[in-house]
């Protein structure tokens, strides 16, 4: 244990995009929102808090970790993140844009997910495995619970 840069710079990654939610904030929003319950929210929530503080402070599982499959898939999750923040603000900010992608439904949920999943699998670790499935139960919820709001 003990305060990983690495982590901290891959949760910021991560964290990072969510600020042009502000910056830029949606068009088209419906009014009344609402997510799947508060159950999946506090799982949402302390999911989310558990794979940052985790990253940050397990030292020994991502600092000096060398490049690999595991990394090399959670930075192409968090470059086709990025891609898919690009998209909404080029869009004109549109909220729909926000949940749905060639089809796809939810990616912005889902891709964040899978980076943190695979970023476990990289650091060997089963604490931010267990986090990431917390955080996954959550924010999948809340958010296919928007999108069905929303089609």
């Not at 508060?38 to 999911?47: D, Q």
Request: glycine residues 6%.
């Amino acid at each position: 244990m003990g305060f990983s840069l690495t982590g901290l710079f891959v949760a910021i990654s991560l964290l990072a995009p969510n600020l042009l939610m502000i910056i830029f904030p949606p068009i088209n929003m419906p009014t009344e929102l609402a997510d799947a319950g508060v159950i999946f929210t506090v799982l949402e929530r302390v999911g989310q808090v558990a794979c940052v503080v985790l990253l940050v402070i397990l030292k020994n599982n991502f600092s000096n970790r060398s490049i690999d499959i595991w990394f090399i898939s959670a930075a192409f999750c968090i470059v086709a993140y990025y891609s898919l923040w690009v998209r909404y603000v080029v869009a004109g900010r549109d909220f729909s844009t926000l949940f749905s992608f060639m089809s796809i439904p939810i990616p912005m949920a889902i891709l964040p997910i899978i980076a943190f999943a695979l970023l476990s699998m990289w650091g060997k670790s089963i604490w931010l495995g267990l986090a990431s499935t917390i955080f996954a139960v959550g924010h999948i919820a809340n958010s296919w619970y928007t999108y069905n709001l929303i089609k």
